[in-house]
């Protein structure tokens, strides 16, 4: 009986209208958020292990390859981890592996694992509905489950379904994104460090994990030596590149009223392009304060942000909204279609990366299919995806003060300026990417590597 309720309480405070109203209350007061967290966390260690039976299909005639889509199935944003989900299974569905059909499923609070209903046609929609059915997945011996969505609370409850349908003959695998909240924990939610470590060691008990890069395959092979952690017999680290082709990844569609005119304002001088969510870690703060210096020094240059708001950039957010330039050489598009990101990224002069940590930097890509030049802060994965086809500033932050960094980025910008004027910048033409059937190419050899 005390179980059911901790389950059922558990459940209410994570599921529905008051996750949202959760979400926004700690969004807004980000002090707030660990004493929620701490009750989630307390409620879920309850019940964190769920009995669950194994369904088996009978007579099989054909092998199964799950592909977890416990995030996208309920709410896709178009962006980050989501966007590359959303490509990869399109990708799959059209060239599944030979002897394989896809089968996208997704965690159920009730039976574990469902299938998801899917429609998808000529790669130009891929649409994921939760099932209407009670009935979980059936296995069989030769299949292969893909956690391609980071579901890292899913996956905790599920760990020891996991185990059985791997003791039955399925391969267990699970990609890897990044290892930020463990390398950066001061920019996430005070409990995203421990539940993202958890997550990590309960990787290592199945068949692999396949990150989104080297970098991160690199740190998650040194965390597991650090930590001195014992990995399964059959359990091996390795790595693929993401892809860029927006138009094979179901593309979201429609223009604003406004876009002819902001696209016309962005093509009146240079224009600098951040994309992605506003997070501490990700730099807004440092290059706004940078591109500030340079308007007040009389540049005339433009810095476009894209990108909604994220966690504990409240203040960055205020900033931005109340900043004397918003409109007229800063702007801010907070959600748009991946149409109208392809016309700005065309319409930009240079794409800036300022993040301090990153699994892969998908934009490096998306902007060098642009010929866009790259501007980027000097960390190991933008060196590993950009080589020598970008300009580096800086490196690991928190070794100036925010005003020195500031400045010094202001002075790296106006350098890339010169250079660029001179036509002597680096070319992101240089740069080599995968399209979207490649980089599932490269996640097949990892899946099936023996």
């Given at each position: 009986?005390?179980?059911?309720?901790?389950?059922?309480?558990?459940?209410?405070?994570?599921?529905?209208?008051?996750?949202?109203?959760?979400?926004?209350?700690?969004?807004?007061?980000?002090?707030?958020?660990?004493?929620?967290?701490?009750?989630?966390?307390?409620?879920?260690?309850?019940?964190?292990?769920?009995?669950?039976?194994?369904?088996?299909?009978?007579?099989?005639?054909?092998?199964?390859?799950?592909?977890?889509?416990?995030?996208?199935?309920?709410?896709?944003?178009?962006?980050?981890?989501?966007r590359v989900t959303r490509s990869i299974l399109l990708q799959l569905l059209k060239q599944p592996p030979a002897g394989f059909e896809i089968q996208a499923v997704y965690g159920d609070r009730h039976v574990g694992y469902k299938p998801a209903t899917m429609t998808h046609a000529n790669?130009?929609?891929?649409?994921?509905?939760?099932?209407?059915?009670?009935?979980?997945?059936?296995?069989?011996?030769?299949?292969?489950?893909?956690?391609?969505?980071?579901?890292?609370?899913?996956?905790?409850?599920?760990?020891?379904?996991?185990?059985?349908?791997?003791?039955?003959?399925?391969?267990?695998?699970?990609?890897?994104?990044?290892?930020?909240?463990?390398?950066?924990?001061?920019?996430?939610?005070?409990?995203?460090?421990d539940f993202h470590m958890r997550w990590l060691r309960t990787l290592v008990k199945f068949d692999g994990a396949i990150c989104i890069s080297k970098a991160v395959a690199d740190d998650y092979d040194a965390w597991i030596a650090e930590n001195r952690i014992t990995v399964s017999d059959?359990?091996?680290?390795?790595?693929?590149?993401?892809?860029?082709?927006?138009?094979?990844?179901?593309?979201s569609k429609g223009l604003p009223a406004d876009a002819s005119q902001m696209l016309a304002a962005f093509s009146q001088r240079p224009t600098f392009l951040m994309v992605g969510t506003l997070e501490p870690r990700k730099g807004y703060r440092q290059i706004l304060d940078a591109f500030?210096?340079?308007?007040?020094?009389?540049?005339?240059?433009?810095?476009?942000?894209?990108?909604?708001?994220?966690?504990?950039?409240?203040?960055?957010?205020?900033?931005?909204?109340?900043?004397?330039?918003?409109?007229?050489?800063?702007?801010?598009?907070?959600?748009?279609?991946?149409?109208?990101?392809?016309?700005?990224?065309?319409?930009?002069?240079?794409?800036?990366?300022?993040?301090?940590?990153?699994?892969?930097?998908?934009?490096?890509?998306?902007?060098?299919?642009?010929?866009?030049?790259?501007?980027?802060?000097?960390?190991?994965?933008?060196?590993?995806?950009?080589?020598?086809?970008?300009?580096?500033?800086?490196?690991?932050?928190?070794?100036?003060?925010?005003?020195?960094?500031?400045?010094?980025?202001?002075?790296?910008?106006?350098?890339?300026?010169?250079?660029?004027?001179?036509?002597?910048?680096?070319?992101?033409?240089?740069?080599?990417?995968?399209?979207?059937?490649?980089?599932?190419?490269?996640?097949?050899?990892?899946?099936?590597?023996?």
């Amino acid at each position: 009986m005390l179980k059911s309720f901790v389950k059922h309480l558990y459940d209410l405070l994570t599921s529905g209208p008051i996750k949202k109203a959760l979400k926004a209350i700690t969004t807004k007061y980000p002090s707030v958020d660990i004493h929620i967290r701490k009750v989630q966390v307390a409620l879920f260690d309850w019940y964190l292990i769920k009995p669950r039976v194994v369904h088996y299909r009978s007579n099989p005639t054909t092998k199964v390859l799950f592909v977890d889509v416990s995030f996208l199935v309920l709410e896709d944003l178009k962006t980050g981890i989501q966007r590359v989900t959303r490509s990869i299974l399109l990708q799959l569905l059209k060239q599944p592996p030979a002897g394989f059909e896809i089968q996208a499923v997704y965690g159920d609070r009730h039976v574990g694992y469902k299938p998801a209903t899917m429609t998808h046609a000529n790669g130009d929609a891929l649409v994921l509905v939760r099932s209407a059915s009670e009935d979980p997945i059936q296995v069989s011996a030769g299949d292969i489950f893909l956690g391609l969505d980071f579901a890292c609370v899913t996956t905790l409850k599920e760990q020891n379904y996991l185990s059985k349908i791997r003791a039955a003959g399925v391969k267990v695998f699970f990609v890897v994104y990044d290892l930020l909240p463990v390398q950066f924990p001061a920019y996430f939610p005070s409990s995203t460090k421990d539940f993202h470590m958890r997550w990590l060691r309960t990787l290592v008990k199945f068949d692999g994990a396949i990150c989104i890069s080297k970098a991160v395959a690199d740190d998650y092979d040194a965390w597991i030596a650090e930590n001195r952690i014992t990995v399964s017999d059959t359990f091996k680290t390795t790595y693929f590149h993401l892809g860029a082709d927006l138009n094979n990844s179901a593309p979201s569609k429609g223009l604003p009223a406004d876009a002819s005119q902001m696209l016309a304002a962005f093509s009146q001088r240079p224009t600098f392009l951040m994309v992605g969510t506003l997070e501490p870690r990700k730099g807004y703060r440092q290059i706004l304060d940078a591109f500030t210096l340079l308007w007040q020094a009389n540049e005339n240059i433009n810095l476009l942000i894209v990108g909604k708001i994220g966690w504990n950039i409240a203040e960055v957010a205020d900033i931005l909204a109340k900043h004397p330039e918003l409109n007229k050489k800063l702007f801010w598009l907070k959600g748009i279609s991946d149409e109208y990101l392809e016309k700005i990224y065309a319409a930009s002069t240079c794409l800036i990366a300022a993040s301090e940590g990153e699994g892969f930097g998908l934009p490096l890509i998306e902007s060098a299919q642009f010929g866009i030049p790259l501007l980027l802060r000097d960390i190991p994965v933008f060196r590993e995806v950009a080589g020598d086809a970008a300009y580096y500033f800086g490196g690991p932050a928190g070794r100036q003060t925010a005003a020195e960094a500031a400045q010094d980025t202001a002075q790296s910008i106006k350098a890339w300026l010169s250079l660029y004027e001179a036509k002597q910048h680096p070319l992101s033409t240089g740069l080599t990417y995968n399209t979207w059937q490649q980089s599932v190419e490269q996640l097949q050899k990892s899946l099936f590597l023996e």
